[in-house]
């Protein structure tokens, strides 16, 4: 068990719908990351924060944003959902802001979008 | 383009050593080489870091050569339980941290 719990675990919604996936890191870490992992581009890094600050970017589309709260618990919004958004969505945690820091990933959300 | 590419799949039989090369040209000066060991319907799981020359912990080496442009995680003596997807991590000059598309180990009795 990485301590990093994710919910929910599956959701299935249409194309257009809004939906938010949940993260809480690892007790003492202050980063957390999201990736996105499909059949065809592998684990995608989408965004960091750290301690409730953005803190790097990757590849997340404009539809998709995401936040870290005083609690350091994380949500990802998706939003204008499009059949190629079905995928895993991870959350990772770290203890430090730097990015050689080793993950901690929760076990995905599986999103289908129908 | 900056990238990390690893083989796609390796086949083993239990009680070998396995070896699992990523390459990765373009690594950033200070950043690490950090593998992940993936399980079907679970996050990656972190197995090793290293920044040069070799690093061995209780499940596995990781072996970096001088120019770090590659790197290779050893497996000692696999068991079926190892059967997975092996992911390199690796900071980039562009300023990318990529992950690399995986390398799916089976191991056969």
């Known amino acids: 068990d990485s301590g990093v719990t994710q919910t929910p675990k599956h959701l299935i919604t249409a194309t257009g719908q809004r939906v938010t996936l949940r993260c809480s890191p690892r007790?003492?870490?202050?980063?957390v990351y999201w990736y996105q992992q499909s059949l065809d581009q592998g684990l995608q890094f989408l965004i960091q924060y750290y301690n409730g600050e953005e803190r790097a970017k990757g590849n997340i589309l404009e539809r998709f944003s995401a936040q870290q709260f005083p609690d350091l618990h994380s949500e990802l919004n998706l939003s204008s959902l499009e059949l190629g958004d079905s995928a895993l969505y991870f959350c990772a945690s770290s203890v430090g802001a730097d990015r050689n820091s080793p993950l901690h990933f929760g076990n995905g959300t599986r999103l289908t979008v129908t | 383009l900056a990238k990390t590419t690893q083989p796609i799949s390796m086949d083993s039989y239990e009680g070998q050593e396995v070896n699992i090369t990523c390459s990765h040209n373009n690594i950033a000066t200070n950043d690490y080489i950090t593998w992940y060991q993936q399980f079907p319907s679970q996050g990656p799981r972190f197995i090793i870091q290293?920044?040069?020359t070799k690093v061995t912990n209780e499940v596995a080496s990781l072996f970096i050569p001088a120019d770090r442009k590659s790197s290779t995680l050893s497996l000692p003596r696999v068991s079926l339980s190892d059967t997975a997807v092996y992911y390199c991590l690796v900071g980039l000059i562009n300023n990318d941290m990529r992950f690399g598309a995986g390398t799916r180990l089976t191991v056969k009795p």
């Open positions: 290293g920044y040069k």
């Open positions: 007790s003492g870490d202050l980063s």
